[in-house]
């Protein structure tokens, strides 16, 4: 009987379930792990979403199969939240979906649109659903930077007039994961232009769109001129209102393409569950207080984190966006590489990180923390990485 499977031959080892079975083991011996590896909220849902939740879940009638592309109020309360947010109007009939989390729509609009053989452009380094969606559905993958400056452009230029099959599909992630970098309108402007001119469907994933630190909040790419001719934006409450467990998330915009994901959807899923997706809307039409709560903590805790591991001898760029730093190895354990590197922290410091090599090769030499864990145990965590890095012999500065 045939045991390798097409799919699955198409999919490498996951760099990072080695390092995370690692966490597991040291924690099922009794260690205590500080874990900056994912990106799991440590923070609850308000209340009144969790309310919301009990209230409806006791009503006999919302335990039955829900709609596939979400009920009717939860996606008029997602094309509120776009026009609140952003002063972009969307049909929430014709161009809006629910997804089970951005991660589920980004796969199931790559099994919609994609056919064997594709050329897909993706960054690198990247969230891995960004290329694995894809290539599981038979794509090819052609890497561009993460980076906006003028070399992403060159990129996207080489790869339409070099790349056979043309690429017909762009995935953008701004803020990024795991880079943490950010765009403005400006670039998404030249964006949409640039896949008009070239007949390219741009993709954006804007999962950490209210966690910005730098004052300027997040633009979406449907505020471009004409972004709705060509784009589709996932978007999710995992971060936005600590709900990463309940699987909630949207695609916005383009009919063609939301068209696409509600029919390959419809074939997969019945939906969420409805009293999930009756709080989701509590969630996006109630008190939005919580946000900018959230928003203000992240903040603190890319401060402490920073502060406190450039005392421990690890400098990390504090990241304008998102829950991640993105962080270069010290440069005298460069060489180590960024899974070992990983291994070494789990073991001899008890931190846990994610490898950049796990995101693509351009993350090779970086390491990603995720800021999921109170200021106390940031601090905690510091200390414990000085002590291994003392012990490679790299310097600390003066406390």
């Known amino acids: 009987m045939e045991t390798d499977f097409y799919r699955i031959k198409r999919l490498p080892p996951y760099v990072i379930a080695e390092v995370n079975a690692m966490r597991a083991a040291a924690r099922a011996s009794g260690r205590d792990i500080i874990d900056l590896g994912m990106g799991n909220p440590d923070l609850p849902p308000p209340q009144h979403v969790i309310d919301k939740l009990c209230e409806v879940a006791q009503n006999p009638d919302a335990h ?55 050329t897909v452009l993706a960054p690198n380094p990247s969230y891995p659903i960004h290329t694995f969606g894809f290539i599981i559905a038979g794509a090819s993958i052609r890497s561009v930077p993460t980076t906006p400056d003028e070399r992403y452009w060159d990129a996207l230029e080489k790869a339409m007039s070099f790349t056979v099959p043309r690429p017909t599909v762009l995935i953008v992630n ?72 309940w699987r909630i998330g949207f695609a916005v915009g383009n009919k063609t393409l939301i068209a696409a994901l509600t029919r390959v959807k419809s074939y997969i899923d019945y939906g969420a569950f409805t009293p999930i997706q009756a709080a989701a809307c509590a969630a996006l039409n109630g008190p939005q207080d919580i946000v900018e709560k959230n928003r203000e903590l992240y903040h603190k ?95 600390s500065s003066a406390a």
């Open 64 to 118: 039955g199969y829900s709609q596939s592309k979400g009920i009717p109020g939860l996606r008029k309360a997602q094309a509120n939240y776009y026009e609140r947010r952003w002063g972009v109007d969307v049909d929430p009939e014709s161009e809006v979906v629910v997804t089970l989390g951005s991660k589920e729509g980004l796969a199931s609009l790559a099994t919609a649109i994609t056919a064997p053989g594709d």
């Open 174 to 245: 701004y803020p990024s994961n795991p880079t943490a970098e950010v765009v403005d309108l400006e670039f998404y402007q030249r964006l949409v232009d640039w896949a008009k001119a070239n007949k390219v469907w741009i993709l954006s994933d804007l999962a950490y769109s209210e966690l910005y630190y730098n004052g300027k909040p997040t633009p979406s790419i449907l505020q471009a001129k004409g972004a709705k001719d060509v784009a589709i934006e996932f978007t999710s409450l995992s971060k936005t209102y600590s709900m990463a467990g």
């Open 301 to 395: 805790r890319r401060d402490v984190m920073v502060e406190a591991f450039g005392r421990a001898g690890w400098d990390i760029p504090a990241p304008p966006a998102s829950m991640f730093a993105w962080a270069p190895l010290p440069p005298a354990l460069k060489e180590m590489g960024s899974l070992e590197f990983s291994k070494q922290l789990l073991t001899h410091a008890d931190v846990a990180v994610a490898p950049g090599v796990g995101y693509g090769e351009d993350g090779e030499g970086y390491v990603r923390i995720a800021m999921v864990e109170n200021e106390q145990r940031l601090r905690q965590a510091a200390r414990n990485v000085k002590r291994y890095l003392q012990s490679m012999g790299v310097n």
